[in-house]
Nanobody, 121 residues
Framework: QVQLVESGGGLVQTGGSLRLSCAASGSISRINAMGWYRQAPGKQRELVATETSGGSTNYGDSVKGRFTISRDNAKNTVYLQMNSLKPEDTAVYYC???????????????WGQGTQVTVSS
């Protein structure tokens, strides 16, 4: 019983900001890493940002300095603050949980359904 629920996507003008949220629910005791990946039409899925339960972060090169990931371990929730948005940021953004422990046992990887982010030029 694990669910990742994303919110905050939408349409924004170039240079604008959005804040994405992803909450994991279920009988979860620990998630090693949570983060965001994105996929534009016709392209492969790519890393946006991840954060471990200990606070270690990793960012994709194209978003460094513009996006900031944060995490609330107690709530099993991860956020993505997206600033200075560009048209090339347009994609479906997927929440990811990597290493999920709970009463069910262990899940190596788990994905949300995705939320659309569109940046107009």
């Amino acid at each position: 019983q694990v669910q990742l629920v994303e919110s905050g996507g939408g349409l924004v003008q170039t240079g604008g900001s959005l804040r994405l949220s992803c909450a994991a629910s279920g009988s979860i005791s620990r998630i090693n890493a949570m983060g965001w990946y994105r996929q534009a039409p016709g392209k492969q899925r790519e890393l946006v940002a991840t954060e471990t339960s200990g606070g270690s972060t990793n960012y994709g090169d194209s978003v460094k300095g513009r996006f900031t990931i944060s995490r609330d371990n107690a709530k099993n929730t991860v956020y993505l603050q997206m600033n200075s948005l560009k048209p090339e940021d347009t994609a479906v953004y997927y929440c990811n949980a990597d290493g999920v422990w709970g009463s069910f046992g262990y899940l190596r990887n788990y994905w949300g359904q995705g939320t659309q982010v569109t940046v107009s030029s």
